[in-house]
């Protein structure tokens, strides 16, 4: 059994679409991740370095969307699953990345994915 961080409809702004108005400025977006990691040593030590420090993540998710332009939600969402999947401890990641504004009558689209940690092979 995992035990799993999640952050749950994070607001951030990025640098994403297709079209012109789009490039224009950022625009905002909703994540929702989910982190398989093992939580057992930082509910024994009570110290935040033997688990995820989401604070920082969230920070860092921030950053990237707003690092580079991107077209489409499925690259935006694949670069910040690889972000969380830098932190070794984290072994699965699903993310749920949602474009509010994209569509008109409609409260969201976009993409959920899932990665892991790859096994050195």
């Given amino acids: 059994m ?3 961080i999640f952050l ?5 702004l990025a ?3 297709v079209y012109a108005h789009e490039k224009q400025a950022p625009q905002p977006i909703t994540l929702d991740i989910t982190l398989s990691i093992d939580c ?3 509910a024994q ?3 935040l370095s033997d688990t995820l420090d ?9 950053e990237d969307c707003l690092a580079h332009h991107v077209e489409l ?3 935006l969402a694949e670069r910040l699953a690889q972000r969380c999947l830098e932190d070794a401890r984290v072994q699965v990641v699903t993310l749920s990345l949602g474009k509010p504004d994209a569509i ?3 409260d969201s689209v976009g993409v959920r994915i899932t990665r892991q940690q790859h096994s050195g092979s």
């Fill in 40 to 42: 057992a040593r930082a």
């Fill in 8 to 12: 749950k409809n994070l607001q951030l």
């Fill in 73 to 75: 939600v499925e690259t």
């Fill in 54 to 62: 989401y604070a920082q993540l969230a920070a860092q998710l921030a």
């Fill in 104 to 106: 008109s009558h409609c």
């Fill in 15 to 17: 640098r994403i679409g």
């Fill in 45 to 47: 030590t009570d110290h």
């Fill in 2 to 4: 995992r035990d799993q």
